[in-house]
C-alpha cells in the first residue's frame, strides 16, 4: 500500500504553506504517495482541457484539440456526428454547470428535509435559532408571519405565528422551490430589479431548482442542442437556480437552525492538532452531522471516555467546508485546505476523519491505511469502497445519536496510534463569519445596519471596489499560492476582498484573516477602514454554497445607493485563481449572469473552441453585463480585475 512517487517531488516547489510543506516531507519519509506526487508523475490530458473531446456517445470518444498554430480559413474540425468544437465545449461545459449546481441542491435539498422534520418536531436535535433570519426566509417565500387574533374586545389584530409552525410552512415552500415547474422560484426575486429585468428579458429566470438541472443535462445528450448560444442560455437558468436557489436557500435555512454567523476568532492550519488529545477531522461540506458531532465532543460522558483512553480530550477540526460551517458558527479550529485533507492523516494524529459529500479524496482511504486514522462516510451519496472505512449513515431523526457514535469510535481508536506521530508547528489566528448581516452591523459605522458608510467608502475612494475571490486548491497549480498573489494585488489597491471556501482559508493560514494584516497589505484607504472598523481585508464569509451570501452583499450595495441600479454597475469583480471543481464553474456562471465580470485562474476547458471562447469571454458581456474571463499570471489575473473596477468606477463618475 505504501507507494513512492516515481520522480521525488520538492515540497517547496508545489505549496507555499509551510505545515504542507512539512508533511510532504514526512510523506516521502512514510514512503506515502499524495495527489502531489501524481501531478508530478500523471500528465493531464491537452485535449480535455482544452474541452473538445466528445465523449457523450459510444460512436467516440471524439477527440478535436486545436491544431498548432491555431485555426486558418474556416474551422472545419467535426466529431463523427457533426457536432463542432462549439457544441462539443459548450456541451461538456454545461455538463459542469449541471453537476455543480445538482451538487449545491442535493446538499440544499437535504438541508430543507432536515428542517422540515425540525418543524415538524420529528427531532428534537434541532431547533430554530434565528427567528429573525426566519422572518426574512419567510417573507421572501410568501409565507404569512402573522395570523389575525379576535382580542376581547372583538377587534382581530395581527399577532406572530407560532415558531415551528411558520417554520413548517417555510420548510414546504422552500422546498416547492425544487420542485416547480414553472414560474419563477422566490428567492432569485430578491435580486435588484433592474438585474431581474435583464433576466426576464433573456428569459432565464429560474423555474425551478430541479428542473433546470434536468433540463441542461437533456440538452446535452447526443443529438439534442446543436447551438452553443442556447445551452449557454440553459446554462444560465441552471446556474441562477443553484446561486439563487439552491445553495441561497441553503445556506439561509442553515442560519435559522444554527445561527446566522457573526464574526468570531478561530486558528488554522494542520498544527491545531494536539498531540495528546483525540483528534477528529469532519470533513466535506454539509453542517447537518457536523454541528451534531460539535455537541456530541464537547458532552462530559465523552470526555470522561476520552481520559479513559488516555487523551486529554477531544480536539474537533475542520477540512473543506464542513470547516468553514463550524468555524463561522463556533469558531472551531479549522486543519487545511482541500490540498491538505492527505497530509492530516500524514500526522499520524488523526483519530478519525468523518466525511459526507463533494471534495473527498479517494486516496485518503489509502493513505489512512498506513496510519491509524478511521474513514468515516456518513451520507448514503458518498461511500468509500475500501477495507478500512466504515460507514455510519446520519439520519435527522436520530443525528445526535448517530453523532456520539461517531466520537465514541474515535475515541476508542485513540490507543491505535503508530509511532512518528509529527504535527506541524505552524497555526495561525483568524477571525471569520462575515455574514451579510455581520458586514451590514461591522461596516455600517453610526448606522448599524446599513451599507450605505461602506457605499460612502467606495465613493470616496478609500475602497476602490470589491472583489470575491473563492474557489478551490488544485494540485496542477502551486498550492495556496494563485490565491494570496491575487488578494494581496487587490488589496494593494484599496480593493476590499469577500472570500468563502478553501480560498478563505489560503487567507487564514496566510495571517490575511487577522484585521492586523490590512496595515500590512492594503492600500491607505483600506487600511483605514480596516483598522477604524476593526476587521480584516479579507472577510471570511463562509462555505462554497455561501458564495448566495456575496450575493446578497452585492444587492446590499445596490439597494444602499449611488453606485448604480445593477450588479453590473458596480466597481466589483469575482475571481477563483485555483478552481478544481465542477461546482466552481456554477458559481462562476452564476457570477457571470448575475452581472459579474469573473476571471478564473489555470485554465478553463473552453479553449479548443475560439468561437465559443469568445463568446463567453466577449459577448456574454453585452447580454448580462458580466463575462468570463481566464488568466493564469496571478499579476496579470488581479491586474484585470483592477482595471474592471476602474472602468466600472469611470462610469459611475467616481473618480472626477
Ligand atoms: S471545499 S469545492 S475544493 S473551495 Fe468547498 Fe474547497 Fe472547492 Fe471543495
Not at 430589479?193 to 443535462?217: C, N, S, T, Y
Not at 445551452?231 to 439552491?246: H, M, T
Not at 471534495?359 to 496510519?371: G, L
Not at 488589496?491 to 496595515?519: F, N, Y
Request: with cysteine; aromatic share 6%.
Amino acid at each position: 500500500l505504501k507507494k513512492k512517487a516515481k520522480k521525488a517531488l520538492n515540497p517547496k516547489e508545489v505549496t507555499v504553506d509551510v505545515a504542507t510543506q512539512q508533511m510532504l516531507e514526512k510523506a516521502q519519509h512514510d514512503g506515502v504517495e499524495t495527489i502531489f506526487d501524481r501531478a508530478v508523475t500523471m500528465k493531464a490530458c491537452n485535449i480535455g482541457a482544452q474541452g473538445t473531446c466528445c465523449k457523450v456517445c459510444s460512436q467516440g470518444p471524439c477527440r478535436l484539440p486545436l491544431p498548432k498554430g491555431g485555426i486558418e480559413g474556416d474551422d472545419t474540425r467535426k466529431g463523427l456526428c457533426g457536432a463542432t468544437p462549439e457544441t462539443i465545449a459548450a456541451r461538456n461545459f454545461a455538463r459542469m454547470v449541471a453537476v455543480g449546481s445538482a451538487a449545491h441542491g442535493d446538499h440544499g435539498r437535504g438541508v430543507v428535509e432536515t428542517f422540515i422534520a425540525m418543524a415538524n418536531r420529528e427531532t428534537e436535535d434541532y431547533s430554530v435559532h434565528d427567528t429573525e433570519k426566519l422572518m426574512e426566509v419567510a417573507q421572501y417565500l410568501n409565507v404569512p408571519t402573522t395570523i389575525m387574533v379576535e382580542g376581547e374586545d372583538g377587534v382581530k389584530r395581527p399577532e406572530m405565528r407560532e415558531t415551528y409552525e411558520l417554520a413548517r410552512d417555510v420548510g414546504q415552500k422552500a422546498l416547492a422551490q425544487w420542485t416547480s415547474q414553472e414560474g419563477e422560484i422566490l428567492s432569485a426575486l430578491q435580486a435588484p430589479p433592474a438585474r431581474l429585468e435583464v433576466w426576464r428579458d433573456l428569459d432565464v429566470v429560474p423555474r425551478g431548482i430541479d428542473r433546470e438541472i434536468v433540463e441542461l443535462l437533456h440538452r446535452t445528450h447526443m443529438g439534442v442542442d446543436q447551438d452553443y448560444r442556447n445551452l449557454v442560455k440553459q446554462c444560465s437558468r441552471a446556474a441562477l437556480a443553484d446561486g439563487w436557489g439552491g445553495s441561497m436557500l441553503a445556506t439561509d435555512l442553515q442560519d435559522i437552525m444554527f445561527g446566522t454567523p457573526y464574526p468570531m476568532q478561530g486558528e488554522i492550519n494542520l498544527g491545531v492538532l494536539k498531540e495528546d488529545h483525540v483528534n477528529i477531522l469532519v470533513h466535506g461540506h454539509e453542517p447537518l452531522l457536523s454541528e451534531m458531532i460539535v455537541v456530541a465532543s464537547q458532552e462530559p460522558e465523552m470526555l470522561e471516555y476520552a481520559k479513559q483512553k488516555g487523551a486529554k480530550g477531544i480536539l474537533l477540526a475542520g477540512m473543506c467546508c464542513t470547516a468553514n460551517e463550524i468555524l463561522v458558527r463556533h469558531g472551531l479550529p479549522t486543519a487545511g485546505n482541500y490540498l491538505q485533507q492527505e497530509l492530516a492523516i500524514v500526522t499520524g494524529a488523526v483519530e478519525a476523519m468523518v466525511v459526507d459529500v463533494q471534495c473527498i479524496m479517494e486516496n485518503i482511504a489509502n493513505v489512512a491505511e498506513c496510519y491509524h486514522t478511521k474513514i468515516i462516510t456518513t451520507n448514503p451519496r458518498a461511500m468509500i469502497e475500501s477495507g478500512n472505512t466504515t460507514h455510519i449513515e446520519f439520519d435527522e431523526h436520530s443525528a445526535l445519536e448517530d453523532a456520539r457514535k461517531i466520537v465514541r469510535q474515535a475515541v476508542e481508536n485513540f490507543p491505535n496510534r503508530r509511532p512518528g506521530v509529527m504535527i506541524p508547528n505552524a497555526k495561525e489566528p483568524m477571525v471569520a463569519g462575515f455574514s451579510k448581516e455581520a458586514i451590514k452591523y461591522h461596516l455600517g459605522g453610526a448606522f448599524r445596519g446599513s451599507y450605505t458608510p461602506l457605499n460612502d467608502n467606495i465613493i470616496n475612494g478609500r475602497i476602490r471596489g470589491i472583489a470575491g475571490v473563492v474557489g478551490c486548491n488544485n494540485a496542477r497549480t502551486m498550492h495556496d499560492s494563485g490565491h494570496l498573489t491575487v488578494i494581496k494585488e487587490l488589496l494593494k489597491q484599496d480593493v476590499i476582498v469577500l472570500s468563502t471556501g478553501c480560498s478563505a482559508m489560503a487567507c487564514g493560514k496566510a495571517g490575511l484573516l487577522a484585521p492586523e494584516s490590512a496595515k500590512v497589505y492594503c492600500g491607505p484607504g483600506l487600511a483605514e477602514v480596516c483598522e477604524t472598523v476593526g476587521i480584516p481585508p479579507v472577510l471570511h464569509m463562509g462555505a462554497c454554497v455561501d458564495n448566495s451570501r456575496i450575493l446578497m452583499a452585492a444587492t446590499e450595495v445596490v439597494k444602499a445607493g449611488g453606485l448604480g441600479k445593477d450588479i453590473s454597475e458596480l466597481p466589483a469583480a469575482g475571481s477563483a485563481p485555483e478552481w478544481m471543481s465542477e461546482k466552481a464553474i456554477a458559481i462562476g456562471h452564476y457570477f457571470v449572469a448575475s452581472g459579474v465580470y469573473t476571471v478564473f485562474g489555470n485554465g478553463l476547458p473552453v479553449t479548443g473552441s475560439p468561437k465559443f471562447q469568445k463568446f463567453l469571454f466577449e459577448e456574454l458581456e453585452n447580454l448580462y453585463g458580466g463575462k468570463w474571463d481566464l488568466e493564469l499570471d496571478p499579476y496579470a489575473h488581479a491586474r484585470k480585475m483592477i482595471e474592471h473596477i476602474n472602468k466600472k468606477r469611470a462610469a459611475l463618475g467616481l473618480d472626477k
